[in-house]
């Protein structure tokens, strides 16, 4: 089992757009739409902010959007803010019923 | 609301064996058909999945750790533990509890706020 893909760090000013992306197989991100996404600040837990690809939990602002094609999902942060900086991580229900997770992405605000 | 809460000692011994335990509130892990599971993060890296289990259904393990992990319940307690044996210090990192608290749902949802534990003589 290997760990998901993901680009070390991105960065951008604060407005701006950036994308996160998460590369897998078609055995975990590539099978239906089984693709999570974290958020982790420094000394806290991981928190869900996408699930099942595109759908954001009550609370997660629309910002913060996903997509998926083929065996690459993606996290978009539109406008980007201060308080998005942070650690996140991608995360797939695989089809022999395993979790992976990517290798984590730090988001930097410029 | 569902709660999760890992306890468990800070410090153990290469060679021994880590036990936890997770304990639930807000549901019961008897009565419900999402899986309880174990993700652990060594100190400055990413999340790494252990395994999780469904109550009265499988269990599931991370290949890379599966020979050392055993995951059990104890529903008298509501509770859920882990037990990874021949501890080396690349087992340090901190535990985290996770369920998805939903049925039909698969995402770790449900987080504990999660326990260091260092592997050290």
Not at chain 1, 9 to 25: D, E, I, N, R
Not at chain 2, 7 to 36: D, H, M, Q, R
Not at chain 2, 37 to 51: C, D, M, S, T, V
Request: net charge neutral; proline share 7%; aromatic share 12%.
């Amino acid at each position: 089992q290997s760990a998901l893909t993901q680009p070390p760090s991105v960065s951008g000013s604060p407005g701006q757009s950036v994308t996160v992306s998460c590369t897998g197989t078609a055995n975990d991100v590539g099978y239906y739409n089984r693709v999570s996404w974290y958020k982790q600040p420094p000394g806290a837990a991981p928190k869900l902010i996408i699930y099942e690809v595109t759908n954001r939990p009550s609370g997660v602002p629309d910002r913060f959007s996903g997509s998926k094609s083929g065996n690459t999902a993606s996290l978009t942060i539109s406008g980007l803010q201060p308080e998005d900086e942070a650690d996140y991580y991608c995360c797939s229900y695989t089809n022999d019923n395993t979790l992976v997770f990517g290798g984590g992405t730090k988001v930097t605000v410029l | 609301q569902l709660q999760l809460q890992e306890s468990g000692p800070g410090l153990v011994k290469p060679s021994e064996t880590l036990s936890l335990t997770c304990s639930v509130s807000g549901a019961f892990i008897s009565s419900n058909s999402y899986y309880w599971g174990w993700i652990r993060q060594p100190p400055g890296k990413g999340l790494e999945w252990i395994g999780h289990f469904y109550y009265g259904g499988n269990t599931y393990y991370n290949p890379s750790l599966k020979s050392r992990v055993t995951i059990s319940v104890d529903t008298s307690k509501n509770h859920f533990s882990l037990k990874l044996s021949s501890l080396t210090a690349s087992d340090t990192a901190v535990y985290y509890c996770a369920s998805p608290g939903y049925s039909s749902s698969w995402w770790p949802d449900f987080w504990g706020q999660g326990t260091l534990v260092t592997v050290s003589s």
